[in-house]
């Protein structure tokens, strides 16, 4: 099983849609989860930090299960400008609990908001 | 405010030819540092992370090397370049171990 398994999409969308993405990892000591964006050939950014009580940015929204091991992000009223690849992040944890702030990259999931 | 450099920004070498790639970061001290690799189509994967001066930590078997000769610089190398190590490689930074990591524009490396 992948550390980080991600839905690869691609989702094609028209501007204004709502969209889901959802995500799950496989190591229960995860304690740091967070959403990047990767535009073509580019670097990652930090797009939020996802926490248990669930967190909004805007338009975005994500949500943290951590007895099921998910996560999700919803992007409501979609821009073209948000397309992109969705990129779920857990921190990696080892086998004595320590991260030293390694991440865990799912492999992205390609949006595409069209006119 | 904290930015991050990476040189060269593409990078086409021959199999068997060495290979050094720097990374720099300012407006922060003591940072972590982290070295990623995304291959054609695939996510990233860590290579290499360090969270002080000569301190580098492996994550995976490979054909490269990494150092941290300043707090504020990290090098990727290599002695050999194989086909498999082309790919898009980043370094990142952070300030914790919380996971929030600020990426450097990356460098694009081919080999031919």
């Known amino acids: 099983r992948k550390e980080v398994e991600q839905d690869p999409g691609p989702f094609n969308v028209p501007e204004g849609a709502t969209v889901a993405f959802n995500c799950t990892y496989s190591?229960?000591?995860?304690?740091?989860f967070f959403w990047y964006r990767q535009d073509c050939r580019k670097e990652p950014k930090l797009l939020m930090s996802?926490?248990?009580s669930g967190n909004e940015d805007g338009r975005f929204t994500a949500q943290l299960n951590r007895a099921s091991q998910y996560i999700s992000l919803l992007i409501r009223d979609s821009k073209l400008s948000d397309s992109a690849t969705y990129l779920c992040?857990?921190?990696?944890?080892?086998?004595?609990?320590?991260?030293?702030?390694?991440?865990?990259f799912g492999q992205g999931t390609i949006l595409t908001v069209h006119p | 405010s904290q930015t991050i450099h990476q040189w060269p920004a593409t990078l086409v070498q021959p199999v068997g030819s060495p290979l050094s790639l720097e990374c720099t970061v300012e407006?922060?001290?003591?940072?972590?540092l982290y070295w990623y690799r995304q291959a054609a189509g695939r996510g990233l994967q860590l290579l290499f992370y360090?969270?002080?001066?000569?301190?580098i930590s492996s994550e995976v078997p490979q054909n490269l090397s990494a150092s941290r000769p300043q707090d504020r610089q990290f090098i990727l190398s290599s002695k050999k370049l194989l086909l498999s190590d082309s790919g898009f490689y980043l370094c990142?930074?952070?300030?914790?171990?919380?996971?929030?990591?600020?990426f450097g524009p990356g460098t694009r490396l081919t080999v031919t």
């Open positions: 992040v857990v921190n990696k944890v080892d086998a004595g609990g320590t991260s030293y702030g390694k991440l865990t």
């Open positions: 190591n229960s000591a995860s304690q740091s």
């Open positions: 996802v926490y248990s």
């Open positions: 360090s969270v002080g001066i000569g301190q």
């Open positions: 407006g922060t001290s003591n940072p972590n």
């Open positions: 990142a930074w952070s300030v914790d171990w919380g996971g929030r990591q600020y």
